[in-house]
């Protein structure tokens, strides 16, 4: 399995990225995709996941800025970020599970199997 995440860059506040990642070797159909970052200094945490069954979660602060989206025939998950602020400011990372769990796991980073690299987000005037 690969997860290959870009569409990472600079951006002044209150602009809008969004970004790609591809994956490999799991099955569209049956898995879960998540979105995690994780700022200097500071413990990875959750941003948004999405069930094969379309089913999205989001965590409180980028609720109702971020959309997580997915093609099934690419296997391809997006993350569109609006309104981006400073304390957006990280690293992206995509990740993978292809067993199931309950919303509240998916939340965690222990449910999945498969990251990819990061890709880095810069919110700065």
């Known amino acids: 399995v690969q997860l290959q995440a870009s569409g990472g860059g600079l951006v002044q506040p209150g602009g809008s990225l969004r970004l790609s990642c591809a994956a490999s070797?799991?099955?569209?159909?049956?898995?879960?995709m998540g979105w995690f970052r994780q700022a200097p200094g500071k413990v990875r945490e959750f941003v948004s996941a999405r069930r094969s069954n379309g089913a999205t979660y989001y965590a409180s602060s980028v609720k109702d800025r971020f959309t997580i989206s997915r093609d099934r025939t690419s296997n391809t998950v997006y993350l569109q970020m609006n309104n981006l602020t400073p304390e957006d400011t990280a690293v992206y990372y995509c990740?993978?599970?292809?067993?199931?769990?309950?919303?509240?796991?998916?939340?965690?980073?222990?449910?999945?199997?498969?990251w990819g690299q990061g890709t880095q987000v810069t919110v700065s005037s």
């Open positions: 990740a993978a599970t292809g067993r199931d769990w309950i919303a509240g796991a998916l939340e965690t980073t222990r449910p999945y199997e498969y």
């Open positions: 070797g799991i099955p569209s159909s049956s898995s879960t």
